[in-house]
């Protein structure tokens, strides 16, 4: 008698794909090896999700200690905190209600928190104003975007709403427009010139597009995720002015806006090139931009704590987005914590500011290290390209299959970089994640590899790759 | 040229009365407060939410202790701490990925909690097994709640998939039900025999939504918020008994089933009453029951923490929850964390158990003495009538306006209890909810006051309700 075997057909349509064989593998093999099980490697090395914790980086100590802090006051008795961090404590737990990171919070986040977070923005735009009005905080990016999509669906339309989106992308972010009944529009962005997005583009996926569905808003993930990409100044003009002309609303991914590598490459915000466009555009153009403490060198994944920034958007609407954010659940008050902590870290002067530099720069080195031992060992081995990393936390080279290797996954139903990644797993223990989970042209195969991981680690994966591949390359060829 | 202008429809036609004016207002007044404007009362007391430590209740020292090492290990070096909030953050960290807080875990949470949860039902339930594999853990049970909601709601049939739900009950629910497109199906508590659930009751509300909806659902809310019941037994197999009957999944929301009064009183989880019954009925009948470390005495609200555990679904079934909960933000890891402490305390001969048990029992023994306070000033009043506190956090007694009340409320086009909440906060800074947004049979009339506050918190506020009272009475008799 049960009932909910007649599941939702929308459940039923869009996620019966949705089967991870490769980390359910990884997990075995884990559990195997524990259970004493002989292989010729003696631990999973992990490169799959972008977890800077979890690939062995260690959390900021101020990050930290201020947390520990909130939730144990007692602890501000003790000698060892330095003073910035006791008076960091304070100052938040002066703003939780009765005084207790357990209370609950304004459903859009602490007042304080968004107003620190306004003021971490207008310094990173060089004086653009951003208003604390303006910011919602959340549990992440996604809970923001899966809100801001609420307001932008017309699920009573007859004419499908559609989003643009990038490929390749990170397929969270598709399941979730998925879910929610979008239509999506995907354009490619150009591998050839470095995942550049190229306005040409979005202009041919727009006009297919308006046959079917009705395009409302864009979404770029800028530095890209899984492509490492970071879009110049010009681009993000062009891109604005393509929105401004058709009339869509923008929502930029920009979580990976620290992580920026290269003397001669810089992030600029949507934004801030919004702001110092034309007038016509500048206060016209609709924005919504995402940011979390998960995917800084803060890296703290666990704790949930991302904003959105909304930019021009008509004050009515604003009326219900706080409407939409009223209803969702409080955001994780040590999430919040994280985001103020990320927007205002310690400064020169300081009693924290020596040892919290110390740490992030050891981070930005490392992912430098790795991303150049990336590149050495990649450029040795036949069969890969891969675009210097710009930006982010990923890698994503591509990988030319001999058609004998194509052929052999072709034969096994799968798709090809889907059964190298299970058999590099197999048979080195290095897990990384296949091009096709994000989406890329037909006949192009790839990998992402997570670069966020302490250098031997790097050095032991990347001594597994290149076993592997040189194997796999000569055994297909 | 504002696109958003044209909002979603379905967001509009939801969430337009939703306009807080009693918190604007409460907000408004202790600002001005701050701002030094003169009033008959220092500051404005809250007894509008469910939130122990905004009601200047500690928090519990070993979930701090533990919470705190977890986010600093650096504290497990001090002596300070008790051996057993060592071992336990030693054997929480050996959980997370990287031994830190900070990286993502698996979506439905950490396994090992889920294990400890399912453990903790166990107990609870004298001894009826419940599988870990069966546990979901999300930021808050409204999380795990609104993912059911996708599993159960078919959006694309033609006619509206309905869940019953009680009147009075928490509007946020309702509010997510709606957002989800589903029909709502009031069925009403039976206020004169002390807020009962009765199963004609039931019978009537589904016999009239038949003809306009498909009604796949009941949810039940017990212990009661806002009205403070508790489910008999006997009402507990009847209502079972019923949706074995209609064929409804059970959506039994226990997020208060630790905070239960009174001597003859006792809490029965559907999840215990369904095995008990005859095997076509506990081997069949679907059900969700959803717990959280935010209601009980621990009182985190703010940490974010709440499981769900499934009961009799179908296999096929359940590997759609997994995919739903797969692709649902990752819970906070310090909500798990709590959720953990909450299934799995001190226990007597740990070093944190003596402290530990002071610190509920002295919880308890407030909120005690504050019903009882409730019931001697109501008792006294005119025009107000409230059955004892049973369980819950809250009281919901029922005002007994004179007509002239009710017409100068009418003419003000605002139902009188909210008009009553709004002159109570103004003139006395008494922040109470109006019964009106939890619904009530037509023509009744209620508040919502929280117990879990310091016992000279609620002695403040019942002397201010009492004088508001009098004179209201009096003002319009």
């Not at 072709?410 to 970089?417: F, G, I, L, S, W």
Request: charged share 25%; with cysteine; glycine share 6%.
């Amino acid at each position: 008698m049960s009932f909910l075997k007649e599941i939702s057909p929308l459940v039923k349509k869009h996620f019966l794909s949705e089967n991870d064989v490769l980390s359910r593998r990884a997990a075995q093999i884990t559990a195997e090896i524990q259970q004493g099980e002989r292989r010729n490697y003696n631990e999973v090395l992990d490169l799959s999700s972008g977890d800077l914790h979890r690939g062995g980086i260690k959390p900021i100590t101020f990050v930290r200690q201020v947390l520990a802090a909130c939730l144990y006051p007692a602890l501000l008795e003790d000698d060892s905190l330095p003073l910035d961090v006791k008076q960091r404590t304070e100052n938040l737990l002066r703003e939780c209600n009765g005084g207790s990171v357990g209370s609950y919070t304004e459903s859009s986040g602490i007042a304080k928190i968004k107003h620190c977070v306004s003021q971490f923005i207008t310094r990173r735009d060089g004086g653009v104003l951003s208003s604390p009005d303006n910011i919602f905080i959340q549990s992440g990016s996604l809970m923001s975007l899966m809100i801001m999509l609420k307001l932008l669906i017309r699920s009573e339309d007859l004419c499908r709403t559609g989003v643009l989106i990038p490929v390749p992308t990170y397929a969270t972010f598709t399941l979730a427009l998925e879910e929610q009944g979008a239509a999506i529009i995907p354009y490619h962005l150009c591998e050839e010139q470095g995942w550049t997005l190229q306005v040409e583009e979005l202009h041919r996926a727009l006009q297919e597009a308006r046959k079917i569905c009705n395009p409302v808003a864009l979404y770029i993930c800028n530095p890209g995720n899984p492509t490492g990409h970071l879009q110049s100044r010009k681009s993000i003009e062009e891109v604005i002015r393509f929105a401004a002309e058709e009339r869509l609303c923008l929502l930029a991914d920009e979580v990976y806006q620290s992580c920026v590598y290269g003397d001669d490459t810089e992030f600029y915000s949507y934004k801030k090139v919004l702001s110092e466009m034309d007038s016509n555009i500048s206060s016209t153009v609709e924005l919504a931009s995402f940011n979390s403490a998960s995917k800084g060198f803060m890296g703290e994944c666990g704790l949930r704590g991302g904003y959105m920034e909304l930019v021009n958007l008509d004050p009515a609407v604003m009326k219900y987005t706080h409407t939409l954010f009223s209803i969702a659940p409080c955001p994780p008050v040590v999430g919040q914590i994280a985001l103020d902590l990320m927007a205002d870290p310690p400064k020169p002067g300081d009693a924290s500011f020596p040892t919290f530099s110390e740490e992030v720069q050891s981070i930005k080195n490392m992912i430098r290290k790795n991303t150049g031992r990336i590149q050495e060992v990649f450029a040795e081995l036949p069969g890969i390209s891969c675009h210097p990393l710009k930006a982010g936390l990923f890698v994503f080279p591509c990988l030319h299959f001999p058609p004998k290797a194509i052929k052999w996954a072709k034969k096994r139903q799968m798709e090809p970089d889907m059964l190298y990644c299970l058999h590099l797993l197999e048979e080195t223990g290095l897990h990384v994640r296949p091009g096709c989970e994000y989406g890329q042209r037909k006949d192009s195969h790839h990998i992402r590899l997570f670069v966020g991981t302490q250098e031997n680690i790097m050095e032991e994966a990347l001594q597994r790759l290149k076993t592997f591949h040189m194997r796999f390359m000569k055994e297909f060829s």
